[in-house]
Nanobody, 126 residues
């Protein structure tokens, strides 16, 4: 599967963005799809994931209910709705596909994902 991330941009603190992750070559609902973010000098960190069965997983501590992940099968696309954006949300956001079993916390581990999109920059300004 090939993934194409888009929809990042520049937004003021408190604003919203909705990056998307479009799949080609395979059906996106066949995979667990994760969103990760990375800033210079730091490791890639988990943001959210949607499992094959449609259930969502979130990094609760950092997001505090501000982000929502969803999937539109007809468009073969996963979305990350980001609200109440904070300066600390500034990063390159990557989507990735994984085929691991749904149970447990594998979704938090970037090494469990085998296909990655190219990333989309999200910049939050004050």
């Amino acid at each position: 599967v090939q993934l194409q991330a888009s929809g990042g941009g520049l937004v003021q603190a408190g604003g919203s963005l909705r990056p998307s992750c479009a799949a080609s070559g395979r059906t996106i609902s066949s995979y667990n799809i994760g969103w990760f973010r990375q800033t210079p000098g730091k490791e890639r960190e988990f943001v959210a994931a949607i499992m094959r069965n449609g259930s969502g997983r979130y990094d609760v501590d950092s997001l505090r209910g501000r982000f929502t992940i969803s999937r539109v099968n007809a468009k073969n696309t996963v979305y990350l709705q980001m609200n109440s954006l904070e300066l600390e949300d500034t990063a390159v956001y990557y989507c990735a596909a994984g085929s691991f079993v749904t149970g447990g916390t594998y979704y938090r581990d970037p090494s469990r994902f085998h296909s990655w999109g190219q990333g989309t920059q999200v910049t939050v300004s004050s």
